[in-house]
Nanobody, 127 residues
Framework: QVQLVESEGGLVQAGGSLRLSCVASGRTLGSYAMGWFRQAPGKERECVATISRSGVSIYYADSVKGRFTISRDNAKNTVYLQMNSLKPEDAAVYYC????????????????????WGQGTRVTVSS
């Protein structure tokens, strides 16, 4: 079993940047594919980005492609989400999640594919 802890989010002006990190404990992060999800008030949780165990296979939602970058450092048991050119519509609670099974890229975009979740961190973007 793995425990996930996200870094603190924060308030950022539109156009600004923020980097989230997610530190794993309990088991080595290299055993898991990882995903970043977000949930805005009144909306469903949506996949933002996913990354395979090795870091070779990466997926981005169209809404963040070209602005967000997911990466991982298995030696540090940490996965990152670099968010640039933030927009007010990026405001949400962001969650990292770990998936221990072998799945397709499409399957990994589903919240139900993930067994372990962080507590979430709020990102607010002011216009």
């Amino acid at each position: 079993q793995v425990q996930l802890v996200e870094s603190e989010g924060g308030l950022v002006q539109a156009g600004g940047s923020l980097r989230l990190s997610c530190v794993a404990s309990g088991r080595t992060l290299g055993s898991y594919a990882m995903g970043w999800f977000r949930q805005a008030p009144g909306k469903e949780r949506e996949c933002v980005a996913t990354i395979s165990r090795s870091g070779v296979s990466i997926y981005y939602a169209d809404s963040v492609k070209g602005r967000f970058t997911i990466s991982r450092d298995n030696a540090k048991n940490t996965v990152y989400l670099q968010m640039n050119s933030l927009k007010p519509e990026d405001a949400a609670v962001y969650y990292c999640a770990a998936d221990g099974l072998i799945r397709t890229i499409e399957e990994r975009t589903r919240p139900t594919s993930y067994d372990f979740w962080g507590q979430g961190t709020r990102v607010t973007v002011s216009s």
